[in-house]
């Protein structure tokens, strides 16, 4: 059995063909590439009813992942989170049908480890021993444990303001980590520095500049469709810094319709920012091609943090092919939804997760989402690894002392 039917990788800009079996970054012209792969034979190879047998990770979809090798799979376990009603919330926004893919109960508690699992498993595959890396936090978590998981050394930089969890989790996972007085932007300068001192011992794992971290962020999309039964919710709501998970979100929907496991309408994709950073929102609103760099970017969503993603093309060409829109929340209102969801759902989510449920709120006051839509939210992360986001105000007593009665 073909473990998997990777063909070639393809410029996302320029078209140009890259063989996919050596190590690859950015094409020539300086755009990300994607991974290409036989959909015939593998349409032939697996069906979703073979899938349903399969154990409950994200490799499930090995036919159409990049690692050619069964045994060359790095894995903790990854995948198939839980997709949940969220009825009360969703009662009072007027969506009945909201659900929230919950990637905060995934290894690493967020999202990030999809495509650590799967740009980890195929840079080993190839011969890497070693990567190097920006990250405003949940990534360079997520890749320091996987490469310490196969041996790879890892290098990381972060804001300096970076959440205080991540960091430890990178230096538990004994990467060489470097925080920088800036954004992830400066970060990813000092990166191409010692990437380029590292005479070639170092592969860039930025973001999109490896071609493998994006199939394993797409499986949030089969994973969706299987669950629903193989089909298409109505919207699909993603909070988007760098965007990768949008984009493999895009490109996923166009591989299950070209094997022919979903027909019918595709969902409309929405990019959820911040107030404070919203470089993809300013640049579909003037119905551009590419965003322009945000000046000074904040916001306590810090995965959005993100001045210009290098693949910001890619997630307006999602939006505009899906009928999709975007929009941005302001931190107010997103911790403000961070609280609503735990008191109405018992789900403590991430900052990011949560400018997206603020979204949905605003899309339905505007007639955009409406009440028979099924709406399926990301939410990217655990909202334990952003203790700081929620103010516990509550008295101390002594033994002894009388309790306050209500």
């Known amino acids: 059995m073909t473990f998997s039917h990777l063909s070639h990788l393809d ?23 994607l991974a290409r792969y036989d959909l015939a034979a593998a349409g032939k190879a697996v069906r979703p009813a073979d899938i349903a047998g399969r154990p409950p990770t994200l490799w499930r979809y090995h036919e159409v992942l990049p690692v050619r090798e069964e045994g060359r799979v790095v894995s903790l376990g990854e995948g198939m989170t839980p997709l949940l ?7 009072e926004m007027g969506v009945p049908g909201l659900l929230m893919k919950d990637d905060g109960l995934i290894p690493t508690g967020s999202f990030k480890a999809r495509g650590a699992a799967v740009g980890v498993s195929r840079a080993a595959e190839l011969g890497v021993t070693g990567f190097a890396m920006p990250s405003n936090g949940n990534a360079a978590a997520a890749w320091a444990m996987y490469g310490a998981r196969a041996g790879l050394r890892s290098v990381v930089a972060m804001p300096e303001d970076a959440p205080t969890i991540t ?17 992830i932007g ?18 860039d794992a930025s973001t999109l500049k490896e071609p493998y971290r994006i199939e394993g962020k797409k499986t949030m999309a089969y994973e969706i469709v299987e669950q629903l039964g193989w089909r298409c919710p109505d919207v699909i709501v993603y909070p988007t810094g760098g965007g990768v998970g949008l984009i493999g979100i895009h490109k996923a929907l166009a591989e299950m319709r070209q094997l022919g496991w979903i027909t019918g309408p595709q969902p409309r994709l929405v990019a959820v920012q911040a ?18 760099p945000w000046p000074q970017p904040r916001t306590v969503a810090f995965g959005l943090t993100v001045p210009k993603p290098l693949g910001d093309f890619l997630i307006l060409d999602a939006l505009y092919d899906t009928n999709g829109t ?9 911790l403000a939804e961070q609280l609503r969801c735990a008191q109405l759902e018992g789900a403590f989510i991430c900052p990011e997760g949560a400018a997206a449920l603020a979204a ?47």
């Not at 800009?13 to 012209?29: F, K, M, Q």
């Not at 009603?85 to 009662?91: I, M, R, T, V, W």
């Not at 007639?367 to 334990?384: I, K, M, R, S």
Request: glycine content about 12%; overall charge negative; hydrophobic content about 40%.
């Open 167 to 183: 960091r430890a989790e990178c230096a538990a996972a004994g990467a060489d980590l470097f925080l920088v007085r800036g954004h």
């Open 326 to 334: 975007a929009v941005a929340v302001d931190d107010a209102d997103t």
């Open 85 to 91: 009603p969220l009825a009360a919330l969703g009662q």
């Open 275 to 292: 107030t404070g950073c919203a470089p993809v929102v300013q640049a579909f609103r003037a119905g551009a091609r590419e965003a322009e």
């Open 360 to 406: 949905v709120r605003v899309l339905r006051k505007e007639g955009w989402v409406g009440e028979q839509d099924q709406v399926v939210v990301l939410n990217t992360g655990a909202g334990v690894k952003y203790p700081e986001t929620v103010t516990v105000t509550v008295p101390t007593f002594d033994p002894g002392d009388s309790l306050p009665t209500r």
């Open 11 to 33: 410029c996302a800009r320029c078209g140009r063909r890259h063989d996919a079996d050596t190590v690859n970054n950015l094409c020539e012209c300086g755009s990300p590439l």
């Open 186 to 203: 400066d970060a990813g300068r000092m990166i191409a520095d010692l990437i380029g001192r590292s005479g070639g011992a170092l592969m």
